[in-house]
């Protein structure tokens, strides 16, 4: 924040952590599909077999404190903390979260 540079990131921990935003695979629905990856390999299927899967969940975290502080404007809308689910874009789910 010292230089006032956004930075966005694929990973929600980084907006939890300053960064203005992140947009990218929802990590707790990705650690299921693995232990899903896991339990079939387990049971005996072989791994180069197995379909590879883009990630369905999808999720975007505003930063309202960095974005305030970079001087960004926000509508009153997005100030208010909320969960959308059941929103599609190409097939995936987005979910949505506001840190402040």
């Known amino acids: ?4 540079i956004p930075v966005i990131s694929g990973w929600a921990l980084f907006a939890e952590s300053g960064a203005l ?10 650690y299921q599909r693995a232990a899903y990856y896991v339990d079939r390999i387990l049971k005996g299927a072989k791994p180069a077999e197995l379909p590879i ?3 369905t969940v999808l999720e975007l975290v ?14 009153a809308a997005a100030r208010s903390p909320r969960q959308c689910t059941a929103a599609q874009l190409c097939t995936a789910k987005i979910s949505q979260r506001i840190v402040s």
């Open 1 to 4: 924040m010292a230089q006032r």
């Open 21 to 30: 935003c992140t947009y990218g695979p929802k990590l707790t629905a990705s």
């Open 62 to 75: 505003v930063n309202l404190k960095t974005a305030d502080a970079l001087g960004l404007n926000q509508p």
């Open 53 to 55: 899967e883009r990630p």
